[in-house]
């Protein structure tokens, strides 16, 4: 249903072709989401399940048609499994999954999980205990999950990122000056209102600071942002080569996504983390605070930051060079 969801297991497959050549994958999601459009401009094909998530309104008339749409998901999944033959089954959570996953551990076909958070989803939490095996991005999941299940593999990433830029030369690359300190902006693809204004409150301050700005507004905002473009502050809706953005920045504010930190760990870029709290179970503040706690990251409330806060904090990273060195040698 989601990118957090569909990247991961991309990954997955891109290495699973590398060991295995000879490999049939087939990916299976949820019709009319963003899967069915994503996993086909990779090369791989993907059958459609007519299956939605649960709302969170205890009252909901959406939630009504749920059961109705899980039973005919578990039988196309049956069609699917019966059709294709598979001899080992993924799922990466969300509820897309649920029904192919269930239906393979029930066929007592091999299955594996993979939970991306540190806070797992409900999907994942009701497959536990039908699969056989269970991929953790993060340690202590056993109070989660069955402990003769898990594996801590940390959590499937592109390859290109692990391909390390020179600072100087991704700078370079973006017109950039090198020796200009660099603020990316992180939103998401659609965008985040309050981040979005917080930065815009702030364009003045950064200026003054002589610090170069790469803001992805987020498709929605963009036509609201745009005109702020200059030489020192690049905009964008959407960055396509997130790889040299990041090894280009000093200091990246973003979301919590499990995808996001791992990734951030990988370029080892000291963070202003922002959970969005309007995701399943609030485990973006859980995926922060858990870097948070060692020390990785600075991690704001987004309910309680203001222009203030986000000025000292950005004050105290530029002037302390000690505590900015500690929090990337951590990530």
């Not at 990118?3 to 049939?24: C, D, M, Q, T």
């Not at 994958?25 to 069915?36: A, L, N, Q, R, Y």
């Not at 998530?53 to 049956?78: D, M, T």
């Not at 993924?90 to 897309?96: F, L, N, P």
Request: hydrophobic content about 40%.
């Amino acid at each position: 249903g989601t990118g957090g969801h569909i990247y991961p297991a991309i990954s997955i497959a891109e290495r699973l072709l590398e060991v295995f050549p000879k490999s049939n994958i087939t990916f299976v999601g949820s019709i009319g989401k963003m899967e069915m459009k994503t996993v086909p401009k990779y090369g791989y094909k993907i059958k459609g399940l007519f299956i939605s998530g649960l709302k969170r309104k205890i009252f909901s008339l959406y939630n009504l048609f749920l059961p109705f749409k899980l039973i005919i998901s578990f039988l196309q999944s049956i069609f699917i499994i019966l059709f294709n033959k598979p001899d080992f089954v993924i799922g990466t959570g969300g509820y897309a999954s649920f029904p192919i996953v269930f239906v393979s551990s029930f066929f007592k076909i091999p299955t594996l999980i993979q939970e991306q958070n540190s806070l797992p989803g409900i999907a994942n939490k009701l497959l536990s205990k039908h699969v056989k095996y269970i991929s953790v991005g993060y340690n202590k999941m056993d109070k989660f999950f069955p402990a003769e299940k898990l594996f801590y593999t940390g959590n499937p990433v592109r390859k290109s990122i692990t391909n390390k830029i020179d600072i100087d030369k991704a700078k370079e690359s973006l017109n950039i000056d090198k020796t200009r300190m660099v603020l990316t902006v992180l939103g998401g693809s659609l965008g985040s209102k309050k981040i979005n204004e917080l930065i815009y409150n702030n364009l003045d301050y950064i200026k003054s600071k002589e610090i170069t700005l790469i803001w992805q507004c987020g498709k929605l905002y963009y036509d609201l942002y745009k005109d702020q473009s200059s030489e020192d502050f690049i905009i964008h809706d959407f960055i396509l080569d997130i790889d040299t953005v990041y090894y280009s920045s000093d200091i990246i504010i973003a979301r919590s996504g499990a995808l996001t930190l791992s990734e951030l760990a990988i370029v080892g870029k000291p963070s202003i983390l922002i959970p969005s709290p309007n995701v399943a179970e609030d485990h973006q503040y859980y995926n922060a605070k858990y870097f948070s706690d060692l020390g990785c990251c600075w991690l704001m409330d987004q309910n309680s930051f203001n222009n203030q806060k986000i000025i000292k904090l950005l004050l105290n990273i530029i002037n302390d060079k000690k505590e900015y060195y500690i929090k990337k040698k951590n990530i």
